[in-house]
């Protein structure tokens, strides 16, 4: 009678773990996906030591089917540990599942010098140990992803506070100097700060200067043209200015309407203008003007 | 029953929402200042919303109708006193007022009636 499905195992892991540590690390040591420039044989060594304890523990009191039960919940956690620390090393994603998939072999190994000729049994066994060995590399794929997306939300969220400032260049005069790309979700922040500074500032010019857009399409058009028009139920008149020479062309091309705004194509020209117009509206501020 | 008051200042009307608007308070307030630009021969109004937090799309629709009668009745329109998010949300549902002439405050929305006039009979 054959010993019960995962009794081999469980006895690999805990009785020749020093043996199956150095055989795993070795493996991983002549990989071809081992990246040596970003992490020193030393801290692979003592990382996979940690794993292969943690399995050992979580083997021995939990289902070795599924590892989601409580008793896997440190190896779980060491393992996002370890896909965060490697995704902000710069391990591409399949040479950090690798890191747990190179475990298969030093297993399979043992495994069929226990069993011997016992082809069934060793089939059982080794199906039993791909499935466990599957489930934590599919899962240190998966933390590996989620520690990319928080570092790419995160540069997202900085990139939309330093993009959007609005300066004061004069007296009723405002500018705000996009740069970068305008999405929905820029607009709605952008607009919102314009609004807020108008308020502020009882300004009643906005130049709005895309010199820094790198391309504007329908969607960024209509962008421009809502934020244009919320300043106009404000009382500011907007000017857009930074137009360059493609930019015009592609705006014509694309049949994009800016004929109700008043457009520059230099960001001085566009200061020009707003400058005559505060004068001519507020004659009583001709004192300030140069 | 709760009117929107309507104030005359030489020959303009001064229009100030201070409570919130509802749609009859809006369709009264349609009816009343009509009635008060032609019996006092007004030549611009000033609708102060500086105290409206909120606006749907039917009250977006009443200002620029006001303003359109007001038109067609030979008065000027300033908005006056939009707030930011008023001003959002009117562009968010295509309603940019056009053809109303806006102001910051009350103050800018008197000199931009006041300049019309002076240009009407200089």
Redesign the interface.
């Known amino acids: 009678m054959a010993p019960a499905a995962g009794q081999t195992l469980r006895k690999i892991l805990t009785q020749s773990q020093k043996e199956l540590l150095n055989d795993w690390v070795k493996a991983q040591l002549s990989a071809s996906s081992l990246r040596s420039d970003l992490m020193k044989e030393g801290e692979l060594r003592e990382q996979s030591r940690e794993f292969l304890s943690l399995v050992q523990v979580a083997a021995e009191g939990g289902s070795l089917i599924q590892p989601d039960g409580s008793h896997w919940a440190a190896a779980r956690e060491f393992l996002a540990r370890v896909s965060r620390s490697r995704a902000q090393q710069g391990f591409s994603p399949s040479e950090t599942a690798t890191f747990v998939f190179s475990l298969k072999q030093p297993l399979f190994t043992r495994l069929r010098a226990e069993f011997g000729q016992d082809a069934q049994a060793l089939a059982d066994e080794v199906w039993l140990t791909t499935e466990l060995v599957d489930r934590l590399g599919l899962f240190t794929a998966e933390a590996f992803l989620k520690g990319r997306e928080e570092i790419i939300q995160r540069q997202q969220r900085e990139m939309m506070e330093l993009s959007t400032p609005v300066v004061q260049l004069w007296d009723n005069i405002l500018a705000l100097p996009l740069i970068g790309t305008l999405d929905s979700e820029r607009t709605?922040v952008v607009?919102?700060s314009l609004?807020?500074k108008?308020?502020e500032t009882?300004a009643?010019i906005s130049i709005i200067d895309i010199t820094g857009v790198p391309t504007v399409d329908t969607l960024v058009a209509q962008h421009l043209l809502?934020t244009v028009?919320?300043?106009?139920?404000?009382?500011?008149d907007c000017i857009i200015s930074g137009i360059r020479p493609q930019i015009a062309q592609t705006i014509v091309h694309l049949g994009v309407n800016l004929s109700e705004v008043t457009t520059k194509a230099s960001f001085a020209d566009a200061f020009a203008v707003a400058l005559k117009r505060t004068q001519a509206?507020l004659p009583q501020q001709l004192g300030a003007m140069p | 029953m709760e009117k929107i008051p309507i104030l005359k200042m030489g020959r303009f009307l001064l229009v100030t929402v201070q409570v919130d608007m509802h749609d009859q308070l809006a369709m009264q307030l349609q009816e009343d200042l009509t009635e008060r630009i032609v019996a006092a021969r007004a030549r611009g109004v000033l609708i102060d919303i500086s105290s409206l937090e909120v606006v749907d799309s039917f009250i977006g629709r009443m200002i620029s109708n006001i303003a359109a009668m007001a038109r067609v009745l030979d008065a000027e329109t300033v908005v006056v006193g939009i707030q930011p998010a008023v001003a959002v949300t009117l562009v968010e549902l295509g309603l940019s007022l056009e053809g109303v002439r806006t102001a910051l405050n009350v103050d800018r929305g008197m000199v931009l009636l006041q300049e019309r006039l002076i240009a009407e009979q200089g």
Do not use: D, H, P, Y
Not at chain 1, 229 to 236: E, F, I, K, T, V
């Open positions: 709605q607009m919102e609004l807020q108008i308020v009882g009643s809502k028009s919320a300043a106009r139920l404000m009382g500011a509206k």
